[in-house]
């Protein structure tokens, strides 16, 4: 029995047994309807129905079964179909990500050209803003997706976040920096030393600030800005220390520039948030899960 005889079963009990009316519903024959019965019954050696002069009267313990499961599969089946279905259909609507500048423009660059390239009708909205305060973006659904750094505080029953990417920060330094040869380095060589960092919108700032209240030492920071591309550059030819992940090098790559590492490091966890809802757009869906795969 196809999903087709599974259909047409369900339409005989639902027309009270009535073979020319369930007839007539699924648009065939009374007989062939009949035929389709008999022939499944005698296969399977089982009655589907119990019968009083030759007309159905109502479903055996068996016909019973046979109904609650198929009721389960034909909704399934549908379920299926439509999802394949749209599938073909094109994408189309808009979408807005909320991503840190300094994501944007390294990590995730390529993702979101790829998912243009392969998707032009989809409308990509990106809202350039620094992590600390895409968590508001994201309360107030200003935002669909929001890329931060974990550890994000968001509830974690209102909020899904899903790991992307997981790196460390690291000092960067001019190569001449006399800490630049070091293997790696303790927090304790920053007290006092002359530093470039994020401004206070990058959870990196905050992040920093919070190890230095920690380890008790007084930070010397001579700029602070939202464009990590010149706080690297501040590095060059000075004795200016930044602290940024270690990908950073995968982007930025420079003979002049040392990249070390901390003896203690604090990991730099890149995750996609979105908030938890029944269901989601087939854009919404479809976005999120290729972000996953092309970090995966």
């Known amino acids: 029995m196809d999903i087709r005889h599974l259909e047409y079963f369900i339409a005989i009990v639902d027309a009270n047994y009535n073979l020319s009316k369930a007839a007539q ?6 007989s062939a309807l009949s035929q389709m019965i008999k022939i499944f019954e005698e296969n399977e050696k089982i009655l589907l129905f119990e019968r009083s002069y030759s007309k159905l ?8 079964k046979l109904y609650e499961h198929a009721k389960i599969i034909t909704k399934n089946y549908e379920t ?22 300094f994501i ?16 032009p009708n989809i409308t990509i909205t990106i809202v350039e803003i620094g992590a600390y305060h895409l968590k508001e973006k994201l309360r107030l659904e200003e935002v669909d997706i929001a890329i931060m750094l974990h550890p994000t505080e968001l509830k974690s029953d209102q909020v899904e976040e899903v790991l992307l990417i997981e790196n460390e920060l690291c000092a ?15 927090w304790t060589a920053l007290n006092n030393a002359p530093l ?18 920690k380890r008790q030492l007084t930070p010397n920071i001579l700029i602070q800005s939202n464009y990590w591309d010149f706080i ?12 940024l992940p270690a990908v950073t090098l995968d982007y930025f790559p420079a003979h002049n520039i040392s990249c070390v590492t901390f003896d203690e490091p604090i990991k730099w966890q890149v995750v996609m948030c ?18 996953i795969e092309h970090f995966t």
Request: net charge positive; charged share 25%; no cysteine.
């Open 25 to 30: 519903t699924i648009h065939i024959s009374q």
């Open 80 to 101: 299926m179909m439509e999802e394949i279905r749209n599938f073909k259909t094109e994408l189309v609507g808009e979408i807005r990500i909320g991503v840190p500048p």
């Open 232 to 243: 690297l550059r501040s590095t060059f030819k000075t004795d200016i220390i930044t602290i």
């Open 196 to 213: 470039a960092i994020f401004d206070k919108s990058y959870m990196i700032h905050q992040q920093l600030m919070s190890e230095f209240k």
């Open 57 to 64: 009267k109502h479903l055996t313990p068996a016909g019973e």
């Open 104 to 119: 944007i423009s390294t990590v995730f660059s390529q993702v979101i050209s790829e998912l243009k390239r392969h998707n």
């Open 274 to 291: 979105r908030n938890k809802k029944k269901t989601y757009s087939k854009l919404a869906e479809f976005v999120f899960e290729t972000i």
């Open 172 to 186: 960067f330094m001019d190569a001449k920096n006399p800490l630049a040869d070091a293997a790696n380095i303790p």
